[in-house]
């Protein structure tokens, strides 16, 4: 018997675009799916998103058979793309470089983000062999590909364009669920509507027999949404912290991806939505690979408490809860995370 789904289960379909634009959803619909992401983000911080509408079966497979194969290659060919070669940032992160809380986690990955995102400046200067004068920012550098598997690059990038979409019908059905106006909903999608994206494809090695290890500590993620794609035939590996301080396995539901929301949705509410401490126990024999596209706001969003937000929370008597965070210019914020994350 398949277990009962820990989360709840939502589906984004009225906030979709259609072929007919604007998509013509049913206003009931759409309340129905506002409020229950609106209940999921301010009670659990995580839940499942439906997606077989939206994404054929080959599509979620494809991306997972890639990133596997990938993994299966040689160490060698996976450093040629490693951090050290570009910004730091971008590229293949061998297994234990990748640090949660100071301890090295149990995964090798890929990291690609958005492009640079800094304004055009002048050229560094050469020292004299032709070499350039200075390295690279982080973030500055050009995501490293690898040239292999060959359908690598093109699947993964109409990868991000779908989850980019995904992610910008998940907010406005977010903005309706916090009772924004029109006007509001427009402020907040203009935070996002160039986000600066970060894609993760990860790979877990099982974690050795009869150890206490952990794949991935226990963390919030920084951002707006993470959209979780993962290995649907491994069923215990992920975990989500419940509000009784229990953990609870977040197991992958059929035509479904797992959603989080980071922190930058702890700003905008003042608290009232969470960012939920999550990890990755990955034990059973099989080899795993999970795909986290975060969806997160433009490199210079202002991010700060909504009215929308102190409104809603004045509704349902829990006004008090709500603290004014301040405000964050999220590129500022991602480069003071990214800085402690690796190990070179
Ligand atoms: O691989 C997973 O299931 C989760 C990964 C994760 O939480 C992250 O990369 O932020
Ligand atoms: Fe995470």
Redesign the pocket.
Known sequence: MKPTPTLPIIDPTPYLPTTTTPNTAHAGDRARTAKALHEACRDVGFFYLRVDNYLTKEELDEVLVLAREFFGRSKEEKEQIGLDETDRVRGYQRLHQNVTQGKADH?E?LDLYAPNPYPPREQPTTNGDGNEGRPLRPLEGPNLWPSKPEQFKPKMEQWIEKMKVLGMAVMRGMADGLGMSEVEGEGLRACVDESFWVM?V?G?PPLPQGADGI??GE?T?YGCL?L?H?DPTIPD??QVLSTSGRWMT?FPVEGCI?V?IGSMWEYWTGGLYRATL???I?KSPKY?V???F?FEPNFDARVKLLDAARRKADEEGKGGEVKDLGEKVYGDYLLEKVGGNFKY
Do not use: E, K
Request: proline share 4%.
């Open positions: 995964h990955g993760r990860i877990y794949s991935c963390h993620d993470t979780l993962s590996s992920l977040a797992v989080n999550h990890r990755v990955h795993r999970s795909i986290p975060f």
